[in-house]
Nanobody, 123 residues
Framework: QVQLVESGGGSVRAGGSLRLSCAAS????????MGWFRQAPGKEREGVAF???????NYADSVKGRFTISKDNTKNTLYLQMNSLKPDDSAMYYC?????????????????WGQGTQVTVSS
C-alpha cells in the first residue's frame, strides 16, 4: 500500500508560481506511473501531468508550457512546478500512482491517491 502526501498548495495571484510536492511512503521508481490530477467545485476531475518509470511526461493541453512534472527518486517525491498560474487553475490537486510500466497517462486506473492540496489563483 503506497501512501501519498501532497503539500505546497496555497493562494497566489494570476501569473504567480507554486510548486506542489507529493511524498510517497515507499520507492515508486520501479514500474510506477505517477501523476497529478485536479478537481474544481462542480467540475470533473482532470488529469494534469504524468510521468512514467522511463521519465516520459505528458500534460493536459491546458497546462502545457506552464507546468512541469518531475520526480526525485532519492526522496520518493513527485513535484509539479506551476508557473504563469491562471484563475482557471484553481482546484484541489491530487497526486496519484499506479504500478504500470507502459505509457503513463490519464486513462490508467490509478490505485493510490493522496488527500489533496488546494490551489487558489486570484485575478
Amino acid at each position: 500500500q503506497v501512501q501519498l502526501v501532497e503539500s505546497g498548495g496555497g493562494s497566489v495571484r494570476a501569473g504567480g508560481s507554486l510548486r506542489l510536492s507529493c511524498a510517497a511512503s515507499e520507492y515508486t521508481d520501479s514500474g510506477y506511473c505517477m501523476g497529478w490530477f485536479r478537481q474544481a467545485p462542480g467540475k470533473e476531475r482532470e488529469g494534469v501531468a504524468f510521468i512514467g518509470r522511463d521519465g516520459i511526461t505528458n500534460y493536459a493541453d491546458s497546462v502545457k508550457g506552464r507546468f512541469t512534472i518531475s520526480k526525485d527518486n532519492t526522496k520518493n517525491t513527485l513535484y509539479l512546478q506551476m508557473n504563469s498560474l491562471k484563475p482557471d487553475d484553481s482546484a484541489m490537486y491530487y497526486c496519484a500512482a499506479v504500478r504500470n510500466g507502459g505509457y503513463c497517462y490519464t486513462g490508467l486506473r490509478f490505485k493510490y491517491w493522496g488527500q489533496g492540496t488546494q490551489v487558489t489563483v486570484s485575478s
